[in-house]
């Protein structure tokens, strides 16, 4: 099937993924542009998205202290960029999950919390039988269900729609696997939910798309889009494309062709400011780990006792930190800013050289917000500046004000 019979075929099939993000039968999107489809806004839930919806209200400090019982310590590196935490750690399974995107923890941590009663659901993402990229909430009763559920879909997902699946269902513990913006809607009605427990798994998340994007993302960027089954944005500064027959494509963050992709990110995406899943009880991510491994944050007494549930199933060993990644940071800001596009030969070249030499661990995930930051900064400044002075948390503020950004 040609890819735009594709896309025709499954804007019938989840018109979630419209380039609009609009649902079927509703126009209800008070955050209008801004909406990054959490869900929220498809249930009865919608009387309170003026409050709970994190580009209408941001609140995630105020949520923080709430969910941690404590505020982050802006004076702590570590906690100005990663949020409240215990500890942070690297891990992966030493038998992984087969077809997991990495080496299966969200997925094996999900399964045990269930099989041992500790909840009786759990809110995850399929996908449509018609396309492994258009994601499908369920809540899953069976480890079935959330094996199932493996490997990432980037795009933007309404996991929130099956809240009112949750109330009728009669289900009182519930573990949710989300992102940032699901997440902060989440933690503004908790208590509204009638739940007895609630356990929040969450991961990093940063430029998600609509379908349509993320199908103009692989036929740019890969050699063979139709066959990608993951990718992700790695360590080594480059994208990593798993394909079907298990081979892997590295395209350096250096070659993308960003003239043409500016436009593909949700503006929600490019207004957010909680890459790290703040609200979470525990996260499971890869940024600020070694290559190969997986980065997690215990962050609150619940996550230190999720993790346990797994940790004899786990390699784990501490998080490190190398390098100095400001220079970098400064050199991508007007890059990024204007589109520029370096030829393959030379982008190949500039990856080898700050694979080396670059920075790693924890300033790789540094790296990684100062940038996403800077950028989130200038678009809500160029094109909400009435929003700007409350939709940026003081963490961002602070973390922004290190670097020199253009003229509006």
């Known amino acids: 099937m040609e890819n735009q019979e594709l896309l025709a075929k499954m804007s019938t099939v989840n018109p979630h993924h419209k380039s609009k993000g609009l649902a079927k039968g509703t126009t209800r999107r008070p955050a209008k542009e801004l909406c990054s489809d959490c869900g929220l806004c498809d249930t ?25 019982q404590r505020s982050r310590d802006l004076d702590n590196e570590n906690e100005l960029y990663f949020g409240v935490h215990q500890k942070m750690l ?33 809110v995850c993402v399929q996908n449509t039988k018609e396309d492994r990229f258009t994601p499908l909430p369920i809540i899953a009763r069976t480890p079935e269900e959330i094996i199932a559920a493996r490997v990432n879909k980037p795009t933007l997902s309404p996991n929130l729609s099956i809240l009112e699946e949750i109330e009728k269902s009669g289900l009182k513990r519930l573990l949710v696997i989300g992102v940032g913006c699901q997440i902060q809607a989440l933690r503004a009605i908790e208590d509204r939910l009638g739940l007895e427990r609630l356990y929040v798994l969450g ?52 070659g993308l062709k960003t003239n043409q992709l500016k436009d593909i990110f949700a503006p929600s995406c490019l207004s957010c400011f909680d890459y790290v899943n703040g609200l979470a009880d525990l996260v499971v991510g890869y940024m600020g780990a070694p290559f190969g491994w997986q980065w997690i944050v215990v962050r609150n007494d619940t996550g ?50 700050i694979e080396r030499i670059g920075p790693k661990g924890l300033e790789y995930a540094r790296f990684s917000i100062d940038s996403h930051f800077t950028r989130n900064y200038l678009y809500v400044k160029r094109n909400h500046k009435d929003k700007l002075k409350e939709h940026v948390p003081s963490f961002a503020q602070k973390i922004v004000e290190q670097y020199q950004l253009p003229d509006p």
């Not at 009865?44 to 941690?68: P, R, S």
């Open 44 to 68: 009865k839930y919608i009387h309170y998205v003026k409050d709970a919806c994190a580009f209408l209200h941001q609140q995630i400090e105020h949520l923080e202290e709430n969910t941690h």
């Open 90 to 122: 690297s891990a992966k399974k030493r038998i992984p999950v087969e077809g997991a995107q990495w080496t299966g923890i969200v997925t094996t941590l999900a399964c045990k919390m269930l099989t041992l009663g500790l909840v009786e659901g759990v």
């Open 203 to 254: 991961t990093p998340c940063v430029d998600n798309v609509t379908r349509a994007g993320l199908q103009k993302f692989l036929e740019t960027t890969s050699a063979s889009p139709s066959t990608v089954v993951h990718y992700e944005f790695m360590q080594d500064f480059r994208v990593h494309f798993k394909h079907e027959d298990g081979s892997i494509e590295k395209v350096p963050f250096f």
């Open 304 to 353: 230190a006792k999720m993790l346990d549930l797994i940790k004899d199933e786990l390699d784990i060993q501490s998080v490190e930190s190398k390098g100095d990644r400001k220079a970098a940071v400064q050199q991508s800001i007007p890059a990024y800013d204007k589109g520029v596009t370096l030829p393959m030969w030379a982008a190949q070249i500039m990856g080898l050289v």
